[in-house]
């Protein structure tokens, strides 16, 4: 296996970039794929709070990208405390590795002390072909999960999108809300996000969403639901603007297209039912213009909803 070494927050265009190298060199078209750690390295370290993918997700996305194979090993103390040397014999004991790619800043082992000459020797010791790959940028910045992160916690979708090579998105089953919603004439579904799941900043998107095996559109609220002032957790509903039905229990794959606007607090229910109409005519709006016209995007949703079934 022509193994691609790393922790992986999801998988962005740098990341493609690593595989596509691995592909290349593997000797059959099923003899590469990545080798990563669950839960990730920052989670339990404590040096992240929350990740861009939960595990699910980013099975989804190693299944858009075509990777065929996956190792992922638990990380923990032991395996967190280990050498360099230690490190490279615990990955040679549990994966067959017939070759190793890498970004050029790729760092392993405790207090990363690993870097990638390092690396290098130590498949050049048993004749393991070996492959660093240089850092992709984008508007002269490198591309990497934490430039991702930053564009997802300020809700730039586009930014997000142009770094993934794909808009960013949740995968959450729907759970029982306050119903507030459906009383005021936009029944919504509540999503059960998980806690480590990084989520955009509080607001208004647009959003594409797979429900029961077609898309939607949708306008999502991120927030505490400012004009009520009952909610003191941040709660994620969307409301599809042509889709009915109980979807409880459903599991929804959500996109975001677009920020439409930041969390308000209105004086009545009547001026928030307002500024929801107009949410949802810019919602149909964004919708169109990147999932409907733009088939770039189209041919990229079409081939998650495709692979969906699998997780």
Known sequence: MIAVLGAFDGFHRGH??????????????????VVTFNPHPGLFLGTLKATL????????????????????????????????????NFLRER????????GRDFRFAAGRSGDVPLLESFCREEAIPFCAVDIL?????????????????????????EELGYPYFIRAEVVHGLERGRSLGFPTANLNVSRTKLLPA??????????QGRWSAGALSIGKNPTFRD???TRVEVFLL????????????????SRLRPQERFESAEQLVRQI???????????????????????KLAAFARRESSI
């Not at 508007?139 to 997000?160: D, F, M, P, T």
């Open 16 to 33: 493609a970039l690593l595989l596509e190298r691995a592909e290349e060199m593997a000797p059959s078209r099923d003899d590469f794929g």
């Open 53 to 88: 993918f939960t595990p699910e997700e980013s099975k989804l996305i190693r299944l858009f990208l075509g990777v065929p194979r996956a190792v992922e090993l638990r990380f923990d103390e032991a395996l967190a405390g280990l050498s360099p040397r230690l490190f490279w």
């Open 95 to 102: 994966v067959p590795v017939e070759g190793v790619v890498v």
């Open 137 to 161: 940028k984008h508007l002269n910045a490198k591309i990497s999960s934490s430039s991702v992160r930053a564009h997802v916690s300020a809700g730039r979708c586009g930014s997000a999108a």
């Open 202 to 211: 509080d607001g208004v998107y647009s959003v594409a969403v797979l429900v």
């Open 231 to 233: 909610v003191s957790e």
């Open 242 to 257: 042509d889709s009915e039905g109980d979807l409880y229990e459903e599991s929804l794959l959500v996109f975001f297209l």
């Open 277 to 299: 109409g107009t949410d949802v005519e810019e919602a149909k709006a964004a919708f169109r213009r990147n999932f409907e016209e733009d088939p770039d995007t189209r041919r």
